[in-house]
């Protein structure tokens, strides 16, 4: 499987600060990563797809000018949560798909981001 | 879009006992459906999961069910053990702008009393 790692693994800031969220893949090139929240209690849900050398491809109800994806080479993708809100507080989990295994996911161990 | 539903969101098992989790999916299109366990504050980890090409698949202690035509898959956990308690997801794959992505299912707490 690949192994994923997450930076940082938690982060408290202030509100109305940003914050940079970086994912990589460790042992292979992931052209497509995965960007997902998760509140407490609550499940994964989807934020967006980040493409490597493309935009990201956003969900429904994510605002794109707020978490900024940047995945500028085949190991490392980016999101930046700008002027966080304590609203943004949430765990924050990237994963990438490894094609040559049937599309099964892998993940990184998440980011705590607590917003005050 | 895609919707996975899964039921129930907890469960309390006596030690020894089953347990079985069920979801269910919108899109006819998913062709893949991973289950996944979590722990508080870790990532989640999967554990079993299955193709759309096969109805059953069984790994020791766990096994998933498929059923195609009323798209309903669960997740049969036997003889469970006070380790088996954590939160469970189902998820189900489906290919949007050239590439897959995966929804989840809400999540099922799973409580496994000694």
């Known amino acids: 499987g690949a192994v994923v790692s997450q930076h940082p693994s938690w982060v408290i800031c202030k509100s109305g600060t940003s914050v940079k969220i970086e994912c990589r893949s460790l042992?292979?090139?992931?052209?497509?990563m995965f960007w997902y929240r998760q509140f407490p209690k609550q499940s994964l849900m989807l934020m967006a797809t980040s493409n490597e050398g493309s935009k990201a491809t956003y969900e429904q109800g994510v605002e794109k000018d707020k978490f900024l994806i940047n995945h500028a080479s085949l190991t490392l993708s980016t999101l930046t949560v700008t002027s966080a809100h304590p609203e943004d507080s949430s765990f924050y989990i990237c994963s990438v798909i490894m094609r040559s295994s049937y599309n099964e996911q892998f993940f990184g161990p998440g980011t705590r981001l607590t917003v005050l | 879009g895609e919707n996975v539903e899964q039921h129930p969101s907890t469960l309390s098992v006596q030690e020894g006992d089953s347990a079985v989790i069920k979801c269910t999916y919108s899109d006819s299109a998913s062709n893949y459906f991973p289950w996944y366990k979590q722990e508080l504050g870790k990532r989640p980890q999967l554990i079993i999961d299955i193709r759309s090409n096969v109805g059953e698949k069984k790994d020791q202690r766990i096994a998933v069910t498929l059923n195609k035509t009323a798209k309903h898959f669960s997740l049969h956990i036997t003889e469970t053990q006070p380790e088996d308690s954590a939160v469970y997801f189902c998820?189900?794959?489906?290919?949007?702008?050239?590439?897959?992505?995966?929804?989840f299912g809400t999540g099922t707490r799973l409580k496994v009393l000694a």
């Open positions: 998820a189900a794959s489906i290919l949007g702008e050239g590439t897959y992505k995966y929804i």
């Open positions: 042992d292979f090139q992931a052209t497509t």
